[in-house]
């Protein structure tokens, strides 16, 4: 019996190493495990020509020495019509067809782009066995460092895209993105050696490298990953601009005063611009149908394929050149949301609290303990946990501030400011905002008053939200312009003092920068009874029109 299982064993271990494929694969590969990578590209009768093309250009020396490499070989009949004394074309052509990974025809995993050994970005698919779109026609071949595949045609070095770019001045939009390239110091190269006179450091030797600020935020050149650019022509590029142009006014100071700043303020728009063209994607053929996409910083950028004049293919993406491409100001300058609790100061921040709740925007919100008395409530009423704590705030004005970063447009504000105590149902929740503007005088507190100097409306009108207390949901209040009483340092709001022009609902917003908020109690009494604050968020909606 033992005889017989053992015999029946080893009749299916014959049989099952008769009909594995890979076993017959492996035996016939063995051969080749012996030869380097150049060695066995010598031995292929149609891979002549490539042979001699690395010999030539001294590619054999290269892959000798690589531990580890994955060779695309064109066959001899790829090479009709390519002149093979142009070193520059045949050089590109060698480095884009290795790469120093092992690379089975069949392996999922590198699917997609490739980085060659020339540092440019190639594509392999392994479900079509193509390389850069070539067909593989014979697979897997295994030298000592490396795999071996045969391609039926020659694969040409090709640009990235600023590389590209390069090449398309003709375009105002090109010539713009151009003009930012300079040198700066090679931190990592320069050799630190002293001070000058003026305390800065001096290098020697001193070492200077490419720069481009574009392509610090938008890695064109990035072989790594993949996008797509639209360039406009002129007449569009030209309207584009006329368009941003006035949502980015810029300043500079001159003497003692900021004046408007022309000449920065078109490169700010045009950076901006250029920037609104990149999308981090390969935008190929089957996509073209859509009307539109999100860019770089997740803006919809409007798109239509009648507007195509030309496709340019590139290592690392597409260029398309279009006739226009009418971005929408409103996709562009978007509303900015500041949260509660991402304050940047506050007067006292013993009597904040940052509080959880699941129905706040982020989760939290925050809240000023105090307490004030109201028209129609016979008592005091407080936040906190009791009339007696000793984190009540007793003051005029607290502020807790916020900055934000604007453009040079109109915005409407709004609010969430929930009280949620039930015992306040019924209480209006009035709340003042102060705001200064960008390159003037920040909000503060005036010398030995509690008034808020520096708001850029005055002293005599803020911003003023007005909301009821302890309502079931939240609700989105929008601030607008009322009258204050400028006489008194405490800044109380005059009854009914609510501005009703439509301008008073708007903050106009000069220049683009950053803007300081405070947000303030001390509406109708002072002192103890100077009243609490709630904050959700505050958001700026920008009024804009194409």
Same mark, same amino acid.
């Given at each position: 019996?033992?005889?017989?299982?053992s015999?029946?064993l080893l009749?299916?271990?014959l049989?099952?190493a008769?009909?594995?494929?890979?076993?017959d694969?492996?035996a016939?590969?063995?051969?080749n495990m012996a030869?380097?990578?150049?060695?066995?590209?010598a031995d292929q009768?149609?891979l002549?020509?490539?042979?001699?093309?690395l010999q030539?250009?001294g590619?054999d020396?290269?892959?000798?020495?690589?531990?580890?490499?994955?060779v695309?070989?064109?066959?001899?009949?790829?090479?009709?019509?390519?002149?093979?004394?142009d070193?520059?074309?045949?050089?590109?052509i060698?480095?884009s067809?290795?790469?120093?990974? /092992?690379?089975?025809?069949n392996?999922a995993?590198f699917?997609?782009?490739?980085?060659?050994?020339?540092g440019?970005?190639?594509?392999?698919?392994?479900?079509?066995?193509?390389f850069e779109g070539?067909?593989?026609?014979t697979?897997?071949l295994?030298?000592?460092?490396?795999?071996l595949?045969?391609?039926?045609?020659?694969s040409?070095r090709?640009?990235?895209?600023?590389?590209?770019?390069?090449?398309?001045?003709?375009y105002?939009?090109?010539r713009?993105?151009?003009?930012m390239?300079?040198?700066v110091?090679d931190?990592? /190269?320069?050799?630190?050696?002293?001070?000058?006179?003026?305390?800065?450091i001096?290098y020697d !030797?001193?070492?200077?490298k490419d720069?481009n600020?574009?392509?610090?935020?938008?890695?064109?050149?990035?072989e790594?990953?993949?996008?797509?650019?639209?360039?406009? #022509?002129?007449?569009?590029?030209d309207?584009m601009?006329s368009?941003?142009? !006035?949502?980015?006014?810029?300043e500079t /100071?001159?003497?003692?005063?900021w004046?408007?700043?022309?000449?920065?303020?078109d490169?700010?728009?045009?950076?901006?611009?250029?920037?609104?063209?990149?999308?981090p994607?390969?935008?190929?053929?089957d996509?073209?149908?859509?009307?539109q996409?999100t860019?770089?910083?997740?803006? /919809?950028?409007p798109?239509?394929?009648?507007?195509?004049?030309e496709v340019i293919?590139?290592?690392?993406?597409y260029i398309?050149?279009?006739?226009?491409?009418n971005?929408?100001?409103?996709?562009?300058?978007r !509303?900015?949301?500041?949260?509660g609790?991402?304050?940047?100061?506050?007067?006292?921040p013993?009597?904040?609290?940052?509080?959880?709740?699941?129905?706040?925007?982020g989760?939290?919100?925050?809240?000023?303990?105090?307490?004030?008395?109201?028209?129609n409530?016979p008592?005091?009423?407080?936040?906190g946990?009791?009339?007696?704590?000793?984190?009540?705030?007793n003051?005029?004005?607290?502020y807790?501030?916020?900055?934000?970063?604007?453009?040079?447009?109109?915005?409407?504000?709004y609010y969430v400011?929930?009280?949620d105590?039930?015992g306040?149902?019924?209480?209006?929740?009035?709340?003042?905002?102060?705001i200064?503007?960008p390159?003037?005088?920040?909000?503060n507190?005036?010398?030995?008053?509690?008034?808020v100097?520096?708001?850029?409306l005055?002293?005599?009108?803020?911003?003023?939200?007005?909301?009821?207390?302890?309502?079931?949901?939240?609700e989105?209040?929008?601030?607008?312009?009322?009258?204050?009483?400028?006489?008194?340092p405490?800044?109380?709001?005059?009854?009914?003092g #609510?501005?009703?022009?439509?301008?008073?609902?708007?903050m106009?917003? !000069?220049?683009?920068?950053?803007?300081?908020?405070?947000?303030?109690?001390?509406?109708?009494y002072?002192?103890?009874n100077a009243?609490?604050?709630f904050?959700?968020?505050?958001e700026?909606?920008p009024?804009?029109?194409d």
């Amino acid at each position: 019996m033992k005889y017989q299982i053992s015999s029946v064993l080893l009749a299916l271990a014959l049989l099952f190493a008769a009909c594995n494929p890979w076993d017959d694969h492996t035996a016939l590969s063995d051969k080749n495990m012996a030869k380097n990578m150049v060695e066995l590209i010598a031995d292929q009768e149609d891979l002549s020509t490539f042979a001699a093309m690395l010999q030539q250009y001294g590619y054999d020396q290269t892959l000798a020495d690589m531990s580890s490499c994955t060779v695309f070989a064109p066959v001899n009949a790829a090479w009709e019509g390519v002149d093979l004394n142009d070193s520059v074309l045949v050089k590109g052509i060698l480095g884009s067809m290795i790469t120093d990974l /092992k690379i089975r025809s069949n392996d999922a995993t590198f699917n997609g782009k490739i980085l060659a050994i020339n540092g440019k970005a190639v594509g392999f698919d392994a479900d079509e066995k193509t390389f850069e779109g070539i067909q593989i026609v014979t697979a897997d071949l295994a030298a000592a460092n490396g795999l071996l595949h045969k391609v039926e045609a020659v694969s040409k070095r090709k640009d990235n895209l600023w590389e590209a770019l390069d090449k398309l001045t003709q375009y105002k939009q090109v010539r713009y993105l151009l003009s930012m390239n300079t040198q700066v110091i090679d931190l990592d /190269k320069s050799v630190p050696s002293g001070l000058d006179e003026n305390g800065k450091i001096t290098y020697d !030797p001193i070492v200077m490298k490419d720069y481009n600020a574009f392509l610090e935020k938008y890695p064109l050149n990035n072989e790594r990953e993949v996008f797509s650019y639209f360039i406009v #022509e002129d007449a569009a590029y030209d309207r584009m601009l006329s368009k941003y142009a !006035p949502c980015f006014r810029m300043e500079t /100071k001159t003497a003692d005063a900021w004046a408007f700043d022309a000449a920065l303020t078109d490169s700010i728009a045009a950076f901006n611009l250029c920037g609104d063209y990149v999308l981090p994607f390969l935008l190929e053929e089957d996509s073209l149908a859509k009307s539109q996409f999100t860019n770089f910083d997740g803006i /919809k950028i409007p798109f239509s394929q009648a507007n195509v004049k030309e496709v340019i293919d590139c290592s690392n993406g597409y260029i398309y050149i279009l006739s226009d491409c009418n971005i929408s100001l409103k996709n562009k300058i978007r !509303p900015i949301r500041i949260e509660g609790e991402n304050y940047n100061g506050c007067m006292n921040p013993f009597n904040l609290a940052t509080r959880y709740k699941s129905w706040a925007s982020g989760g939290y919100d925050v809240m000023l303990y105090g307490k004030s008395k109201f028209e129609n409530f016979p008592t005091q009423q407080f936040t906190g946990t009791s009339s007696s704590a000793t984190n009540l705030f007793n003051g005029t004005n607290y502020y807790i501030e916020y900055l934000a970063q604007v453009n040079s447009v109109d915005y409407a504000i709004y609010y969430v400011a929930h009280d949620d105590y039930e015992g306040h149902d019924g209480l209006a929740l009035e709340q003042k905002l102060f705001i200064s503007m960008p390159n003037r005088a920040k909000l503060n507190k005036k010398n030995a008053t509690d008034s808020v100097a520096n708001n850029y409306l005055g002293n005599a009108r803020c911003f003023v939200g007005s909301s009821w207390a302890a309502s079931p949901n939240p609700e989105r209040v929008r601030l607008t312009q009322w009258d204050l009483d400028a006489s008194a340092p405490t800044q109380y709001l005059i009854d009914k003092g #609510e501005v009703k022009t439509p301008e008073a609902k708007v903050m106009t917003v !000069p220049t683009m920068g950053e803007i300081t908020m405070w947000l303030c109690n001390t509406t109708r009494y002072n002192n103890e009874n100077a009243g609490f604050m709630f904050l959700d968020y505050i958001e700026l909606v920008p009024i804009v029109n194409d």
